[in-house]
C-alpha cells in the first residue's frame, strides 16, 4: 500500500497555470503506475491523465490534451500535473492515484477501478 497526499491547487483566473503534486510514501514508488483524476459536483471521477512505471508512456484525456502534462520524479516519490491555459470546466477536486498492476512500460490505465490506492484530493477552482 502507499499513501498518496496532493497539494498545489487553488483558485486561478481562466488561462493562468497551475502545477499539482502527489507525494507518495510507503511502497517503493517506481513500483507504481500513477494517474490523476478529477471530479466536480454532480459529477463522476474522470480521468484526466496517466504516466507509466517507466516514465515513458503518458496518456490524457481528449480535453485536457495539448494543455496539461504529467510527470513523475522518482527520486522524490512524487508524480506532477503541470496544468496550463486553465478553463472554467477545468474546474474540480483532483485526485492522485496509484496502480500496482502494471509492468514497467505498458501503458497506465484510464478507469478509476485499476487504480488501488487514492489521495484525498485538492480543489483547482478556475474563474472566468
Known amino acids: 500500500q502507499v499513501q498518496l497526499v496532493e497539494s498545489g491547487g487553488g483558485l486561478v483566473q481562466a488561462g493562468a497555470s497551475l502545477r499539482l503534486s502527489c507525494a507518495a510514501s510507503g511502497r517503493t514508488f517506481s513500483s507504481y503506475a500513477m494517474g490523476w483524476f478529477r471530479q466536480a459536483p454532480g459529477n463522476e471521477r474522470g480521468f484526466v491523465a496517466g504516466i507509466s512505471r517507466s516514465g515513458g508512456i503518458t496518456t490524457y484525456a481528449d480535453s485536457v490534451k495539448g494543455r496539461f502534462t504529467i510527470s513523475r520524479d522518482d527520486a522524490k516519490n512524487t508524480v506532477y500535473l503541470q496544468m496550463n491555459s486553465l478553463k472554467p470546466e477545468d474546474t474540480a477536486l483532483y485526485y492522485c492515484?496509484?496502480?500496482?498492476?502494471?509492468?514497467?512500460?505498458?501503458?497506465?490505465?484510464?478507469?478509476?477501478?485499476?487504480?488501488?490506492?487514492w489521495g484525498r484530493g485538492t480543489q483547482v477552482t478556475v474563474s472566468s
Open positions: 492515484a496509484a496502480d500496482s498492476s502494471r509492468r514497467w512500460n505498458t501503458p497506465p490505465g484510464r478507469r478509476s477501478d485499476e487504480y488501488g490506492d
